[in-house]
Structure formats: C-alpha cells, structure tokens
C-alpha cells in the first residue's frame, strides 16, 4: 500500500479517536457540577434541620437619665383677676350762662385746675344794676303808700260809730291789706334783679378741670346758646366696671366677711402697661344684673393727684388679696400632661427612681402652680428631663440650666 492510501485510511480513525475524548471531558464536567448542587442542596436541607441560634446585639451597660428636681415648697398665691375698665369723672358740670349779656372778663386758663367758687366768667351788668335801683325805688314807693294807707286805716277804726259810715271803713282795709300786698311785690321782683346781677358773675360750681371756652371777651351769651365750658372732677376719680355673676358672689362673701374692701386689693395698670400707684376704694355696686351679659357694674374709687387717669380711657383692674393664701406649688416646668388625661408630675424617690403622680392644679402665676393634691412641701419633682422619663427609671441629679424659671440667674425676656 502507497503512502497516500495509509494517509486517507488513518483519517477517519484520528476524527474518531478526537470525537470520544470531546464526549468524555463533557461527561466529566457535568458530573462535577451534578455534585455541587448535590451538596449544596444538602447543606440548605441540613440548615432548615438544624436548630438556629439567633443573632443578638452586644449590650450595652444603661445609663441614668439627667434631671433637675426642685422641692415643693409652700408659697403664697396671689394671681389677680383682670377686668376692663372704664375712668370716669365723679361729676361733670356745664357751665350755663343764667342771664345774658355781653362777656366782659375771662379769669381762668383754659384747660386749669378751678376750685369750687373760683370767679369764671364776667358779664357787662351795668343794665342789671340799674334793675336793681329800679326794684328797690319800687320798694320804697310800695312802703310809703302801705304806710298811708295804714295810717287811714287806723283814723278809721278810732272814729266814732256812725261818724264815719262802714262801707269807707271796709274801703281802708282793702286799702291796706293791697299796699301790703304791694311792698311784698316791690320785695320779690329786687330779689329777681339782685340774682340777675349775681348770675351777671359765673362761678364754678365744684372743683376740677375746666376745658376749652366757647365764648370769649365781647361774646354775646344767653342761656339759649349753650354751655359756656365744662368742668371736670378728676380727683378723686371713678373707675367703674362689670363683675360676672360668679366673681360677684365670691367678692360679695368675702365682703361681708372681711368687712371694707374684703380683704381685696384693687390696682390698675395705665394704657401704656405701666402700674397705678395709688389704691381704689369700693364706692358703689348696682342692683341688677345684666340679663345679655350675666356682669353687674362696679365703681371704685381712686386718688388721681397727678391726673394720670383720664375720663373715659380704659384701663386694666387688677383684684387679689391683701394677705393671699399659701399652697404647695411647683414650677411650671414639672406640670405636664397625663397620657390618660389631666396632668401629672414626677416625683424623685430616695431610691433615684422617679414616681408619675396625677395632680389637680390651679393656674400658674409668676412661674409656678399651686397643687391641690398629689404632692406635699418637701417632695422633690423632676423640673427638667421630663420627657425621657417613665415609672420607676432611674436617674442622676443635674443642675438646673439657666433658662428654668426656678434657677436664681433666669430673667424673663419681658424683663430684658
């Protein structure tokens, strides 16, 4: 056989031989991977049999929370009562000219302080004087005709009977009684031009302030026209205001216990948020209430020397006692509100834990609030902190920082 034929014939076998090693090597990988996911297969089966342990955080050591506590302590308790109300003069007078006539004199400045009898105003009286000469020439004519007819009265009476018939003697005593009659005239019409020259002069009739002058010098005036001015009492001055139906009563049983005011302060505050020095007195209360507002009126009354109370400017009253009552009270910092309703506070055991207890309050005044139950003087409550605490956590003492109402370097901005 040639070469070339040992050639074609080896070629098949060669393919051949190649063929079976290419299906081996596949055969052998596939069986590697059958056996990997036959263990892993194996393994998760395994996992779910096994019993787990579960996996857990490394503790860490708790901690003591942070609090400021302040003791209970008994403090007096004076929050006052504010009303709106109203100034007032105790009287106001216009001055309205009696007669009329010609102004001549002003003896006052406008916007001054009279006193009751102070010479105002001055009228031209020159025709009321001569009224009054008249009047009292016609009193003197009157007086001299009475005394003639008296004197003929009496000639009369001492004549002899049937000298002098009667009907002349009854004429007499008309005469008489009539001169009478006429002086009593003559009398009430010079009482008439007196007060009329009087009235020519207008005096201020109380103490106060006297506005502005609606007539001057040479102004004609007549009681037609109007007042003249207005004078004011400002000093004293009153305060009046409406009292609910409540607060009536309370103040009303307090009255007649106390005797005077009460045992009430009454201040004010001006317009401009400064304090009234000086101190009012109960002056009258009315006798109804209000049937649309359920409020009675008040009036007080209060010394204004230096007339910074004006009449009818609003300002602000404040009632509370002369000696208030003491209550246990704690800062408003440890009021806060119950989960289940009302408030609470919480109470530093000795045992550093804290205790929530319910508490009936009244208002806060000044930083504080006064507890009805649930806390005794002496107790110390949490003032700062409140907010991570619970039943029976334990806590570390820190000091109040300065912005606690309670801690002795805290100012209130309104004081700033």
Same mark, same amino acid.
């Given at each position: 056989?040639s070469?070339e034929e040992?050639?074609t014939?080896g070629?098949?076998?060669a393919?051949?031989?190649? =063929?079976g090693?290419g =299906?081996?090597?596949?055969?052998?990988l596939?069986?590697t991977?059958?056996?990997?996911?036959?263990?892993?297969?194996a393994?998760?089966i395994g996992?779910?049999?096994?019993?787990?342990?579960?996996m857990?955080?490394?503790?860490?050591?708790?901690?003591?929370?942070?609090?400021?506590?302040?003791?209970?302590?008994?403090?007096?308790?004076?929050k006052?009562l504010?009303?709106v109300a109203h100034? +007032?003069?105790m009287?106001?007078?216009?001055?309205?000219?009696?007669?009329?006539?010609?102004? &001549?004199?002003?003896h006052f400045?406008?916007?001054?302080?009279? &006193?009751?009898g102070?010479l105002?105003y001055?009228l031209?009286d020159e025709?009321?004087?001569?009224? #009054?000469?008249?009047?009292?020439a016609?009193? +003197?004519?009157?007086?001299?005709?009475?005394?003639?007819?008296?004197?003929?009265?009496e000639?009369?009476?001492?004549a +002899?009977?049937?000298?002098?018939?009667?009907s002349?003697r009854?004429?007499a005593?008309?005469?008489?009684?009539?001169? =009478?009659?006429?002086?009593?005239?003559?009398?009430a019409?010079?009482?008439?031009?007196?007060?009329?020259?009087?009235?020519?002069?207008v005096?201020?009739p109380?103490?106060g302030q006297?506005? &502005?002058?609606?007539?001057? #010098?040479?102004?004609y005036?007549?009681p037609a026209?109007g007042?003249?001015?207005?004078?004011?009492?400002?000093?004293?001055?009153?305060?009046?205001f409406?009292?609910?139906?409540?607060?009536?009563?309370?103040?009303r049983k307090?009255?007649?216990?106390g005797?005077?005011?009460?045992?009430?302060r009454l201040?004010?505050?001006?317009?401009d948020?400064?304090d009234?020095?000086?101190?009012?007195?109960?002056?009258?209360?009315d006798?109804a209430?209000?049937?649309e507002?359920?409020?009675?009126?008040?009036r007080?009354?209060?010394?204004n020397?230096?007339?910074?109370?004006?009449p009818?400017?609003?300002?602000?009253?404040?009632?509370?006692y002369?000696?208030?009552?003491?209550?246990?009270?704690v800062?408003?910092?440890?009021?806060?509100?119950?989960?289940?309703?009302?408030?609470?506070v919480?109470?530093?055991k000795?045992?550093?834990? #804290?205790?929530?207890?319910?508490?009936?309050t009244l208002?806060m005044?000044?930083?504080? #609030?006064?507890?009805?139950?649930g806390?005794k003087?002496g107790?110390?409550?949490?003032?700062?902190?409140?907010? &991570?605490?619970?039943?029976?956590k334990k806590?570390?003492?820190?000091?109040?920082?300065?912005?606690?109402?309670?801690h002795p370097g805290?100012?209130?901005?309104?004081? =700033?």
């Amino acid at each position: 056989m040639s070469g070339e034929e040992q050639t074609t014939q080896g070629a098949p076998q060669a393919r051949e031989e190649k =063929k079976g090693g290419g =299906k081996a090597a596949a055969a052998a990988l596939i069986g590697t991977l059958l056996t990997a996911g036959a263990g892993v297969a194996a393994g998760w089966i395994g996992r779910g049999l096994m019993p787990q342990q579960k996996m857990t955080p490394p503790q860490m050591p708790a901690q003591d929370i942070s609090v400021a506590v302040t003791c209970a302590t008994n403090r007096p308790y004076n929050k006052p009562l504010r009303f709106v109300a109203h100034a +007032e003069a105790m009287q106001e007078v216009d001055l309205l000219p009696q007669v009329d006539g010609y102004i &001549k004199k002003l003896h006052f400045s406008e916007g001054s302080t009279v &006193k009751a009898g102070e010479l105002l105003y001055e009228l031209d009286d020159e025709r009321y004087q001569a009224v #009054v000469r008249q009047r009292e020439a016609d009193l +003197e004519a009157a007086k001299a005709e009475q005394r003639r007819a008296d004197r003929y009265l009496e000639r009369t009476r001492k004549a +002899e009977a049937g000298v002098i018939p009667d009907s002349e003697r009854d004429n007499a005593e008309a005469k008489a009684d009539s001169a =009478k009659a006429a002086v009593l005239q003559a009398e009430a019409n010079l009482v008439v031009a007196r007060y009329d020259l009087k009235k020519a002069k207008v005096y201020a009739p109380i103490s106060g302030q006297i506005g &502005k002058s609606n007539a001057y #010098v040479g102004d004609y005036v007549s009681p037609a026209k109007g007042a003249l001015a207005r004078i004011v009492q400002i000093d004293p001055i009153r305060v009046t205001f409406p009292m609910t139906d409540r607060s009536y009563i309370a103040w009303r049983k307090a009255r007649s216990g106390g005797g005077g005011d009460g045992g009430f302060r009454l201040r004010l505050k001006l317009p401009d948020g400064s304090d009234y020095a000086g101190q009012g007195k109960w002056d009258f209360d009315d006798n109804a209430m209000s049937a649309e507002t359920a409020t009675i009126s008040m009036r007080l009354s209060f010394p204004n020397p230096e007339r910074l109370l004006v009449p009818n400017s609003y300002v602000t009253l404040l009632t509370d006692y002369s000696k208030p009552p003491e209550y246990t009270c704690v800062p408003q910092s440890a009021i806060i509100d119950a989960i289940g309703g009302g408030v609470q506070v919480y109470v530093l055991k000795d045992d550093m834990t #804290v205790e929530p207890r319910a508490v009936k309050t009244l208002d806060m005044h000044e930083g504080w #609030v006064p507890v009805l139950e649930g806390v005794k003087a002496g107790e110390r409550v949490v003032t700062s902190g409140v907010g &991570k605490l619970g039943p029976g956590k334990k806590v570390r003492l820190a000091e109040a920082t300065p912005n606690e109402d309670t801690h002795p370097g805290y100012v209130r901005p309104s004081d =700033k």
